[in-house]
C-alpha cells in the first residue's frame, strides 16, 4: 500500500469513525451492529473530536514538531461550539483565547490534570510523524496532550493511540499491537487494560455488556481508549466491522469510533474506507490535504520530529 493513503486513511478515518458514532452518543449497548447502519444521517457532521485532531495535524505539519503555544493558538481559532466540545475544555480555550498562557489555563480548570479522553481522541497525527526512538514519541504525545489535558492518565491513553498509529503506518502487524503498547505505557491501569483486551481476543465473541464492564465506554481515558484498541483488533482488519462495532457498545461512541476509525483507517488506507460512508463525510478533501501535508513533512521529506 501506498504510505500517503495510509496518512489519508488515518485522518479520514478518524473523522469518518467520528461522524458515524456522533448520533449514537450516550446510549446504551446496541445488540446488532448492523442495525446502526439505517440510522444514520445523510451528511456525517465530524465533532469536536476530529476538529481538534484537525488543528493539531495543522500544526504538526506547518511546525514540524509538537508545539504547545502554536497548537493552543489553532484550537482557539478552530473552536466551533457546535462541535459538542465539553465544558472543561470550553473553558481552557476560552482562557487561552483571552490571553492566558495554555500551562495555566488547563490548571485554572482542572488543578490536577483532566483524566478525560480528550486527547487520545486527537492524538493520532501524532503517529504519523517521524521520532527516533519511543521516548521521542512518549514526549511528543504527552506535551501535545498536556494543552489541555494534563493528567498521567489522559498523556497516556494519547501514548496509547499515537502509538499504535506509528506502529501500524509503517505496516506493523496489527496482532502485534498489545506487545508494542505493554512497551510504551507505565500506568498500571492500561497495562492491566492491555491483558484484558489479550484474553477478550482469545474469546470467539463476548457479549458486549461483558465488554463494556471490563473495558468500559466512557469519557474517561482509560475508559475509553483501550477500548478503541479492541474495537479494532478484533474485527479483522475491516474498517467497517470496526466501527460500527465501537458504536455497538454505546457510551461515548464518536469518541471511541474516531479512535477506532483512525487505527483501521491508517491500517487500510482512505481506498479501505467504505465509499458509501465517506462520500457523505463533510470537510472529507480538507483532511485530505492535511494528511498530504503531514505526508510531505514527514514521510517524503524524511523530516523527524523533535
Not at 83 to 99: D, F, S
Not at 147 to 174: C, F, M, Q, S, Y
Not at 205 to 232: N, Q, R
Not at 279 to 304: K, P
Request: charged letters at 25%; hydrophobic letters at 40%.
Amino acid at each position: 500500500m501506498e504510505l500517503r493513503d495510509r496518512y489519508r486513511g488515518c485522518l479520514l478515518g478518524l473523522a469518518l469513525g467520528d461522524a458515524l458514532g456522533a448520533p449514537f452518543e450516550g446510549f446504551p449497548p446496541i445488540g446488532n451492529p448492523a442495525d446502526i447502519a439505517g440510522r444514520l444521517p445523510g451528511t456525517l457532521r465530524y465533532t469536536d473530536d476530529t476538529e481538534m485532531a484537525m488543528g493539531l495535524a495543522e500544526s504538526l505539519a506547518g511546525r514540524g514538531r509538537v508545539d504547545p503555544e502554536d497548537m493552543a493558538r489553532r484550537f482557539v481559532a478552530n473552536f466551533d461550539p457546535s462541535r459538542g466540545y465539553g465544558p472543561g475544555t470550553v473553558a481552557v480555550l476560552g482562557l487561552i483565547g483571552k490571553g492566558t498562557p495554555w500551562e495555566e489555563a488547563n490548571r485554572s480548570v482542572f488543578p490536577e490534570g483532566s483524566m478525560g479522553n480528550g486527547a487520545a481522541m486527537r492524538a493520532a497525527p501524532i503517529g504519523l510523524c517521524r521520532f527516533p526512538d519511543a521516548q521521542s514519541l512518549r514526549r511528543a504525545a504527552f506535551l501535545a496532550s498536556a494543552v489541555t489535558h494534563d493528567n498521567p492518565v489522559a498523556k497516556e491513553a494519547a501514548l496509547l493511540i499515537a502509538g499504535a498509529v506509528a506502529h501500524l503506518v509503517r505496516g506493523g502487524e496489527p496482532a502485534a499491537l498489545p506487545g508494542v503498547l505493554e512497551g510504551l505505557v507505565s500506568l498500571p491501569p492500561y497495562r492491566e487494560k492491555l491483558g484484558a483486551i489479550r484474553r477478550l481476543l482469545a474469546r470467539p465473541d463476548p457479549p458486549v455488556e461483558e465488554v463494556v464492564s471490563i473495558l468500559g465506554h466512557g469519557v474517561l481515558a482509560v475508559e475509553s481508549a483501550p477500548t478503541a484498541l479492541y474495537a479494532f483488533l478484533r474485527s479483522g482488519g475491516s474498517y467497517k466491522e470496526t466501527v460500527l462495532y465501537a458504536i455497538s457498545l454505546g457510551g461515548d461512541t464518536d469518541t471511541i469510533a474516531a479512535m477506532a476509525g483512525a487505527l483501521s483507517g491508517t491500517l487500510n488506507g482512505s481506498g479501505g474506507l467504505p465509499e458509501e460512508y465517506l462520500r457523505r463525510l463533510e470537510d472529507r478533501e480538507r483532511l485530505r490535504e492535511l494528511a498530504d501535508l503531514l505526508f510531505e513533512r514527514f514521510a517524503r521529506g524524511g523530516g523527524r520530529t523533535r
